[in-house]
């Protein structure tokens, strides 16, 4: 679907097929999260990723002060395979993350997907797979799982890295004003190596 049509299928709650520069994703907006778990047959437990066109957007859409240390960390990272895990509440947080208190979120270095989230500001997202499968690594295994949802045209998609993003959190102790802390080495080095 070209991405006009495609933002208007995701802003009236559906879902869809989407390259990034590291594993081609599922996605859909914010308030419509449980149909990727439903789709995924993944637990609502494991919480989603909100994805954004630029650090601009995230901001706009989370009641969020960004600290110092989460901007500097930003700036270095995005637009990049980078997932950051920040302390946040509110109904975004709620969706993609029930009954927790934090939220992942990314700005991908994938220029169609960027396109297309201008159009639809930020995005619920999660990897192209059935949980417990392999993740989809190209356009062609997304669609073999997902054959009945639509994709962003052209395909094939820019090339992508075939891993996930790396995950740090911000993690705040007694003793300790802040810190981060990496959760899931990926496509990018963590900070101090």
Do not use: Y
């Not at 081609?24 to 990723?49: C, F, S």
């Not at 395979?81 to 979120?105: D, F, K, N, Y």
């Amino acid at each position: 679907m070209d991405e006009i049509r495609l933002a208007d299928h995701l802003r009236a709650g559906g879902a869809a097929l989407l390259p990034t520069d590291t594993l081609p994703a599922l996605v859909v907006q914010p308030m419509a999260a449980p149909l990727l778990w439903r789709l995924k047959a993944r637990p609502a437990d494991k919480p989603l990723i909100l994805m954004a066109a630029d650090l601009a957007q995230l901001q706009a859409a989370l009641a969020l002060t960004w600290t110092t240390a989460w901007l500097e960390q930003a700036s270095a990272s995005w637009p990049g395979a980078m997932t950051l895990v920040l302390p946040c509440q509110g109904p975004i947080t709620e969706a993609l993350h029930p009954g927790g208190a934090s939220l992942g979120m990314r700005v991908a270095a994938c220029e169609p997907l960027r396109a297309l989230l201008r159009r639809t500001g930020p995005l619920a997202t999660t990897s192209a797979n059935r949980s417990g499968e392999p993740p989809a690594l190209n356009h062609v295994q997304a669609l073999q799982q997902f054959p009945s949802l639509p994709w962003l045209d052209p395909v094939p998609w820019p090339s992508a890295s075939g891993q996930a993003s790396a995950v740090l959190a911000w993690s705040t102790r007694d003793d300790h004003p802040g810190c981060w802390q990496v959760l899931r080495p990926g496509a990018v080095p963590s900070p101090g190596s």
